[in-house]
């Protein structure tokens, strides 16, 4: 079975400084890896994904992450945060197995509520 | 591009009571799923449908859930009888193809509150 394990369910920076969200999952075959935000009353905005290509995945808003496999890792990183980033970001797993029932199905972690500061 | 629709946004009932949710997915996207986030969770798969077929309902409250999707276009979600741990943001989203290449785009979603 999939799992995601977000460490840190609230997250506080400085504006401008250093943004790392930190994700571990638990897969038993090889994974498609994604992040999400999400701003109040709104729905998930697909922020990056992995699916095996370079294993640095760079996404929109400046934001990137890095698949490690032998740390079962994929955390989300931007080297300045804005204002505007404030929200809550959901990392998600998918397995990569066609034609089984939880083909394209995404186990999401908890969720990480990130607050930055002036 | 016109997004994943929802409605209603809102939704405040007595608990026993019944409600309904409809989606309208992404024009051409054959793949359409059913997410439950209860606060301070993650979104959690309820139903997916491949075009107007059910590929996992393994997580749906049978009991009281049930979803359908006509023609393999839009959807509805239904609650019967609900209880107070059914308040919870219910998303929706279609996909391209159930290759998650493609990704998913999600709906504003459908906050529900039972009292």
């Known amino acids: 079975a999939q799992s995601v394990t977000q460490l840190g369910s609230h997250v506080s920076v400085s504006e401008g400084a250093l943004v790392l969200l930190r994700c571990n999952y638990s897969s038993s075959v090889p994974p498609y890896l994604f992040w999400y935000v999400q701003y109040p009353n709104q729905g998930l905005q697909l922020l990056l994904k992995y699916t095996s290509a370079a294993t640095l995945v760079k996404g929109i808003n400046g934001f990137e992450a890095e698949f490690k496999k032998s740390e079962t890792s994929f955390h989300l990183t931007k080297p300045s945060a804005h204002m505007s980033d404030a929200a809550e970001y959901f990392c998600?797993?998918?397995?990569?197995?066609?034609?089984?029932?939880?083909?394209?199905?995404?186990?999401f972690g908890q969720g990480t509520i990130l607050t930055v500061h002036p | 591009e016109a997004g994943v629709a929802q409605s209603p946004r809102y939704k405040i009932i007595e608990k026993r009571q019944s409600v309904a949710f409809w989606c309208n997915p992404i024009?051409?996207?054959?793949?359409l799923y059913w997410y439950q986030q209860i606060l301070g969770q993650g979104p959690k798969l309820l139903i997916q449908?491949?075009?107007?077929?059910?590929?996992?309902d393994s997580q749906l409250p049978k009991d009281r859930f049930s979803a359908e999707r006509l023609k393999g276009v839009d959807s509805t979600l239904k609650i019967q009888p609900a209880k107070l741990e059914d308040s919870a943001v219910y998303l929706c989203?279609?996909?391209?193809?159930?290759?998650?290449?493609?990704?998913?785009?999600f709906g504003s979603g459908t906050r529900l509150t039972v009292v």
């Open positions: 998600a797993v998918s397995d990569r197995v066609a034609g089984g029932t939880s083909y394209g199905k995404l186990t």
């Open positions: 449908f491949q075009n107007n077929g059910v590929v996992d």
């Open positions: 024009s051409g996207h054959a793949t």
């Open positions: 989203a279609s996909s391209l193809d159930p290759s998650v290449n493609y990704g998913y785009t």
